[in-house]
């Protein structure tokens, strides 16, 4: 009886672990066709860091995120980048390494009252079990203000750790108070050899890729799917998938992925472009030429083709702010600066809508201005330090803030040009002359040639300046004498003077031609004379009438001005004419001064009015022609011992 009971044993269990095997075997299937019909992707999405490919920055040996995952010691991370990059993949990664409990949320899909609940839940299991919770947030940008804020305090007391995915700049699209709790990692688009490992991988795979299958993928098709996948795991993945699948396969049931499946796989054609070789090379070249050359439809056409053909559009940006400074230059400064935002955008934005931004600055740089000169003025200031002498720093421009006796006589001399008329004066700043910018007259650089021709002219005239008062200077005072006199004699006998009323004059400095006989005459002949003060508070000149040279003072630098206790000041409006002394006269009635004075900036004012304008000068002070500006004043007459000239007339005697 017992044995029989045995035997009845044996058979229930052989019949339980018959059942059991049956089940187990049953539910394997099920879960294997489970598995199967899940998309590639996410079949052959990483199961472990070991299986992990890209993102070397942060997950690569001995790195701060890979230390952290592998230890078990999370705290709350923010990961972005473009899609298909292993966000998603790495948080799976650490929900099967965690011994915390892991909840996975997507922001788009749910409200402040899911995510106080799932709150609720990670404060209770910490105070019953003393269990973490992780809580990953796909997409998280799409929470608003106050789904954020939600988050805020317990993340800050550690009730739960936060793992926020987004394709989109944390910092601009996330609370400032999750992001200062949190550990931000970027993600880049995956390389070309992580795409290569990743298809290769997919091919082989026996359990969860096409391992088992015979698919024999050309060269050409595995390098159109990288390119044409820009950095996107997931793309290449689908591409693969739904090549393999829709293409029959042959008599030895072997499946041909070629270069035309690759096009279809992934809905872009093969462009001829290799972003290593000549192809590379030639593009570029062609898109810069067109530029270059202010063609922006042929340029829109290169950018058109790099970038459908997956060329890197940061590098396709830093092109056109070489070119912006190449081949534009000053001719339209905002050329650079329209080519510097574009990068930026680019590298915010990214593709495909990049190409709106690139396209807007190519056609801008096609069809600006154009300028190489700033080009040629850096490769001659180059060439200049790399085959002649180096020319040392001149002592007054050398750097002046050293203190006491270790200041070596560093900064003496030098001229601050904001304290000169015009923010300019000569002085020398190499000491051997060179020139190497020679700007063009295209665009604005025309504007920045007439400045440096001012400029030179400034120069040329202080130069002249110089050179006429040394000259003047070496004039005997019996010659000035006598030259005056004949001068005199020439002014008094202009029916302009005869006709005149009131006389502006200014009295003689140094060895300019001698006007105290002259002032004297005119008030003997009932004129009204009018002398100029300088008034330091205002900066300018006050003119007052004065009956004879008894009423004149030393004033500024000892030239003699009028005694205001005893004068009365008068307008402008009461004066016809005007003697002009000056430094340099042209054959046409130009004057040069003493370089934007007090005189020289009245003689500006009055010059507008319907004043007659006689110049005084030695015959030697008189040049064919003379640099000019705004400022400087064209006379009516200019006598000298020599000569008089007309220029009511054009007539000279």
Avoid at 546 to 558: D, K
Wanted: aromatic share 8%; hydrophobic share 40%; proline share 5%.
């Amino acid at each position: 009886m017992a044995g029989f009971f045995f035997l009845l044993t044996q058979i229930a269990q052989i019949e339980t672990t018959d059942y059991t095997d049956k089940h187990m075997e049953l539910f394997s299937e099920e879960k294997k066709k489970e598995v199967e019909m899940q998309p590639l992707a996410l079949r052959m999405a990483p199961r472990n860091l070991d299986e992990f490919v890209g993102q070397e920055h942060i997950l690569g040996e001995g790195k701060l995120l890979r230390r952290a995952i592998e230890s078990d010691r999370i705290s709350s991370l923010i990961l972005f980048g473009p899609p298909g990059t292993g966000k998603s993949a790495l948080a799976k990664i650490i929900a099967n390494r965690t011994q915390a409990h892991f909840v996975e949320l997507n922001a788009v899909n749910i409200g402040v009252e899911t995510l106080r609940q799932e709150i609720v839940f990670a404060q209770q299991r910490r105070q019953t079990s003393n269990k973490k919770t992780i809580l990953l947030i796909d997409e998280i940008h799409h929470f608003n203000k106050l789904q954020q804020d939600a988050l805020l305090p317990d993340v800050e007391k550690g009730n739960l750790t936060l793992i926020g995915i987004t394709t989109e700049n944390p910092y601009f699209y996330v609370n400032q108070g999750i992001i200062s709790r949190s550990l931000v990692f970027e993600f880049y688009p995956l390389e070309e050899k992580d795409l290569e490992k990743i298809v290769k991988n997919a091919l082989m795979d026996k359990e969860r890729g096409f391992g088992k299958m015979k698919i024999e993928m050309s060269n050409e098709a595995l390098e159109h799917l990288i390119k044409m996948s820009g950095g996107d795991a997931r793309r290449v993945l689908n591409a693969l998938e739904i090549g393999v699948l829709t293409t029959p396969a042959d008599e030895n049931g072997k499946i041909n992925f070629d270069l035309k499946v690759a096009e279809e796989s992934i809905q872009k054609k093969a462009i001829l472009y290799d972003r290593q070789g000549d192809k590379h090379y030639d593009t570029i070249s062609a898109y810069i030429k067109s530029l270059r050359g202010s063609d922006p439809d042929a340029a829109l056409y290169w950018l058109a083709k790099m970038l459908y053909a997956g060329e890197d559009p940061r590098f396709i940006a830093r092109r056109l702010i070489i070119a912006a400074s190449e081949d534009i230059g000053n001719a339209d400064p905002q050329a650079l600066t329209i080519a510097t935002a574009t990068l930026q955008a680019v590298e915010f934005i990214g593709m495909p809508e990049a190409k709106i931004p690139l396209a807007q600055a190519t056609i801008y740089l096609a069809c600006a201005p154009k300028s190489n000169a700033s080009y040629l003025a850096i490769e001659k200031a180059w060439e200049e330090i790399e085959t002649k002498k180096t020319m040392p720093v001149p002592t007054h421009l050398k750097d002046a803030h050293l203190n006491g006796k270790n200041r070596r006589g560093h900064g003496v001399g030098y001229k601050y040009p904001h304290n000169y008329p015009g923010h300019y004066v000569e002085q020398t700043y190499l000491p051997e002359k060179k020139i190497f910018y020679q700007p063009t007259k295209a665009g604005f650089e025309k504007e920045i040639s007439q400045r440096m021709k001012n400029v030179n002219q400034n120069s040329n005239k202080e130069n002249l300046r110089r050179e006429m008062i040394a000259q003047r200077n070496n004039l005997k005072p019996e010659e000035i004498t006598k030259k005056s006199k004949i001068i005199g004699e020439k002014l008094f006998a202009l029916p302009e003077i005869k006709k005149a009323k009131t006389i502006l004059f200014f009295v003689s400095f140094r060895n300019e031609v001698e006007t105290r006989p002259l002032i004297e005459k005119s008030i003997s002949l009932g004129k009204r004379v009018i002398l100029p003060r300088i008034n330091k508070e205002k900066k300018e000149l006050d003119l007052y009438a004065i009956n004879n040279l008894e009423e004149l003072i030393p004033g500024t630098w000892n030239i003699p001005e009028p005694d205001p206790r005893k004068t009365n000041i008068v307008t402008l409006k009461e004066i016809d004419t005007v003697i002009v002394p000056g430094v340099v006269f042209d054959e046409n009635g130009n004057r040069i001064g003493y370089g934007g004075g007090y005189y020289d900036r009245l003689l500006s004012k009055i010059f507008q009015t319907h004043k007659t304008f006689i110049g005084l000068c030695f015959d030697f002070q008189i040049k064919k022609s003379i640099p000019q500006e705004a400022n400087d004043v064209r006379i009516n007459f200019l006598l000298t011992e020599k000569r008089s000239l007309s220029f009511i007339k054009n007539n000279v005697t």
